[in-house]
């Protein structure tokens, strides 16, 4: 499951729009969207913010080997 799965199943749990989580976090709705789309960690990366509005946080860990 990727980023953007896991933030609109919590989003949906939520009964939060993206409007409203971006308000929540003082971006615009659009950037919201576009952090969305493309899921870069940069330093102008907007997921820090995001995760942490909805109680979540990124792990990293060894892929499973097949």
Do not use: C, F, Y
Request: charged residues 25%; aromatic residues 2%; without cysteine.
């Amino acid at each position: 499951m990727n980023l953007k799965t896991i933030v609109k199943i919590e989003l949906a749990k939520r009964e939060m729009t993206q409007t409203e989580l971006a308000e929540q976090i003082g971006i615009p709705q659009q950037s919201l969207s576009r952090t969305l789309r493309t899921p870069a960690l940069n330093q102008r990366s907007h997921w820090p913010k995001i995760l942490d509005a909805l109680g979540l946080e990124l792990v990293v860990q060894p892929k499973k080997q097949s």
